[in-house]
């Protein structure tokens, strides 16, 4: 369908011009994805990228051999408080160069010590590759944040879609398993429950970037036959949710994924876990990421990263 904004009235301007003619991602196949990954880093080539203290790539031990991750360092100053960072992209697509912007940015704006980690794709590697991936970073993070000027008693995790997704599991594994301890998470859209049936995956059907054909279509590929009900993959349907560290979550309106944020936030507030959650009503799935070319997002990126700020300084 073509984008039409006078379907999506509290817009901001400047974003309804961005989407004009952008094309909505066709659903994930074994053959569809290699297109929708070059268009992927294509576009992030054009990226504003603004400069940092100091960017390392290092890999660190995972699962199955090494699991690249990028840390971006926004200041000389030490210990600094530190998110771990899973990129969206449905799982199946982004890497730590397309996120590569808006990690720069939660650097600078948020200042922590960013890790960004370049987990396994679906569908050639579908769950739990991904999961096991990123744990095992922020495992990894959680016991040598000193080694690479972090402190070890202020570790968040986060992402954005799918990204965000990894993290909030990840802290369900953590408290499952016995370990590591994070401070914060930070879900930013994340993706909840891969058999949704709440109203905005209609009312929100063919939003544009990701529609809900699209999104049903990565998790279908990340899923790859597992019960998606299982809270590893779902976490709304997770039975106990106590014990997870703080959360903020960012909760654009125009998302077919809307009505999956609000669960999510009242069901941690109902097993005891602090919620921020922080609606924008105007805004689409990603629209962090068009800080550079979007006031309103850059406005928003601020908030949230001030957010975050406060939780990882805050005793």
Same mark, same amino acid.
């Given at each position: 369908?073509?984008?039409?904004?006078n379907?999506?009235?509290?817009?901001?301007?400047e974003?309804?011009?961005?989407?004009?003619?952008?094309?909505?991602?066709?659903?994930?196949?074994?053959?569809?994805v290699?297109?929708?990954?070059?268009?992927?880093?294509?576009?992030?080539?054009?990226?504003?990228?603004?400069?940092?203290?100091?960017v390392e790539g290092r890999? /660190?031990?995972g699962?199955?051999?090494?699991?690249?991750v990028r840390?971006?360092?926004?200041s000389?100053a030490?210990? /600094?408080p530190v998110?771990v960072f899973g990129?969206g992209?449905g799982?199946c697509? %982004?890497?730590i160069?397309t996120?590569?912007?808006l990690?720069r940015?939660i650097?600078n704006r948020a200042e922590?010590?960013v890790?960004?980690?370049?987990y396994?794709?679906a569908p050639?590697?579908?769950?739990?590759a991904?999961?096991?991936?990123?744990?095992?970073?922020?495992?990894?993070?959680a016991?040598?944040?000193?080694d690479?000027?972090?402190?070890?008693?202020?570790?968040?995790?986060?992402g954005?879609?799918a990204?965000a997704?990894l993290?909030t599991v990840? %802290?369900?594994?953590?408290?499952?398993?016995?370990?590591?301890?994070f &401070?914060?998470?930070?879900l930013?859209?994340?993706?909840l429950d891969?058999?949704?049936?709440?109203?905005?995956w209609?009312?929100?059907?063919?939003?544009?970037?990701?529609?809900a054909?699209?999104?049903r279509s990565m998790w279908?590929?990340y899923?790859?036959?597992?019960d998606p009900?299982?809270?590893?993959?779902?976490p709304?349907?997770?039975?106990?949710?106590?014990?997870?560290?703080p959360?903020i979550?960012?909760?654009?309106?125009?998302?077919?994924?809307?009505?999956?944020?609000?669960?999510?936030a009242v069901?941690?507030?109902?097993?005891?876990?602090?919620v921020?959650? &922080?609606p924008?009503?105007g805004?689409l799935h990603?629209?962090?990421?068009?800080?550079a070319?979007v006031?309103? %997002?850059?406005?928003a990126l601020?908030e949230?990263c001030a957010? /975050?700020?406060?939780?990882?300084?805050?005793?």
């Amino acid at each position: 369908m073509t984008f039409d904004p006078n379907d999506y009235p509290l817009l901001p301007a400047e974003l309804a011009a961005v989407m004009v003619g952008v094309p909505t991602m066709p659903p994930v196949t074994a053959e569809s994805v290699r297109a929708i990954r070059e268009h992927a880093r294509v576009a992030s080539a054009r990226q504003t990228r603004s400069e940092v203290h100091r960017v390392e790539g290092r890999t /660190l031990p995972g699962p199955d051999g090494g699991v690249p991750v990028r840390v971006y360092t926004p200041s000389p100053a030490t210990p /600094l408080p530190v998110l771990v960072f899973g990129h969206g992209g449905g799982w199946c697509m %982004c890497d730590i160069d397309t996120h590569d912007a808006l990690c720069r940015e939660i650097a600078n704006r948020a200042e922590v010590l960013v890790v960004s980690v370049d987990y396994r794709l679906a569908p050639e590697n579908p769950y739990p590759a991904g999961l096991e991936d990123f744990y095992a970073a922020a495992s990894w993070v959680a016991e040598h944040a000193a080694d690479i000027g972090g402190d070890p008693t202020r570790v968040a995790v986060g992402g954005d879609s799918a990204g965000a997704n990894l993290a909030t599991v990840t %802290c369900l594994a953590a408290r499952d398993r016995g370990g590591p301890t994070f &401070r914060h998470q930070l879900l930013a859209y994340p993706g909840l429950d891969a058999v949704s049936q709440r109203a905005s995956w209609t009312e929100m059907a063919h939003a544009p970037m990701v529609s809900a054909e699209t999104a049903r279509s990565m998790w279908a590929a990340y899923t790859a036959g597992h019960d998606p009900r299982d809270p590893y993959l779902s976490p709304v349907h997770a039975s106990d949710l106590s014990g997870l560290p703080p959360a903020i979550i960012v909760a654009p309106g125009y998302d077919h994924g809307r009505d999956d944020f609000e669960a999510y936030a009242v069901a941690l507030a109902k097993a005891g876990v602090e919620v921020d959650f &922080r609606p924008y009503p105007g805004m689409l799935h990603g629209f962090l990421s068009y800080f550079a070319a979007v006031p309103a %997002c850059s406005r928003a990126l601020d908030e949230v990263c001030a957010a /975050l700020r406060k939780a990882l300084t805050t005793d």
